[in-house]
């Protein structure tokens, strides 16, 4: 069953969604994923956030470009947490999805990240955080994450004291 809900509001999002659904795997979340737009259908946007949570999902990830109203307009018709992914664009270098999504109004929010593949990666980790309150083995696993992070810095001290 899965855990974390990925949804896009195109196809043309996967490029940078991808990054969230390779963190989950690496902490070892069960996801969904499915191409969801407020815009373009929004029927199915709202049947999707309205049984999500019977569904047992526990967070949804929703990842958009431009006028990016999926994440906000998802968490208007759940009572889960929602992280929303700004998607990086050609026009307005994602600013218009950032700006589109952190705005929410007061009472409905949306957990904003970066830009982009590091806030795609991020939401992932994030969603991993929210379930690993109440999961010992995804905080292990996150713990593990740390410290492999930390080796990563240790090998680039050595780099630099090579150069
Ligand atoms: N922002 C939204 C929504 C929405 O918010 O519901 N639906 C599609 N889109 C965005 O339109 C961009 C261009 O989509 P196409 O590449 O399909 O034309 C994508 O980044 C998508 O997230």
């Known amino acids: 069953m899965a855990l974390v809900g990925v949804i896009m509001g195109s196809i043309s999002d996967w490029e940078t969604m991808k990054h969230t659904c390779e963190a989950l795997e690496e902490l ?12 373009r259908t929004p029927e199915d946007m709202f049947e ?14 929703a990842g ?40 929410m109004p007061g009472g409905v929010p949306v ?3 970066a830009i982009g593949k590091a806030g795609a990666k991020n939401a992932g980790i994030l969603a991993a955080q929210i379930i690993g309150t109440s999961d010992s083995k995804t905080a292990a696993r996150l713990a593990n994450h740390q410290n492999q992070l930390k080796e990563k810095v240790a090998e ?8």
């Not at 956030?49 to 949804?60: F, N, Q, S």
């Open 28 to 39: 070892g979340i069960s996801y969904e994923k499915e191409v969801i737009s407020a815009h």
């Open 64 to 103: 958009a470009g431009g006028a990016a109203h999926l994440p906000g307009m998802v968490a208007s018709k759940t009572t889960l947490p929602v992280i929303g992914v700004p998607v990086k664009t050609s026009t307005l270098s994602g600013v218009d999805s950032l700006y589109s999504i952190v705005q």
């Open 156 to 163: 680039m001290r050595d780099n630099l004291a090579d150069q």
């Open 111 to 113: 957990a904003t990240v």
């Open 48 to 61: 999707y956030a309205e049984t999500a949570r019977d569904r047992g999902l526990k967070v949804i990830i």
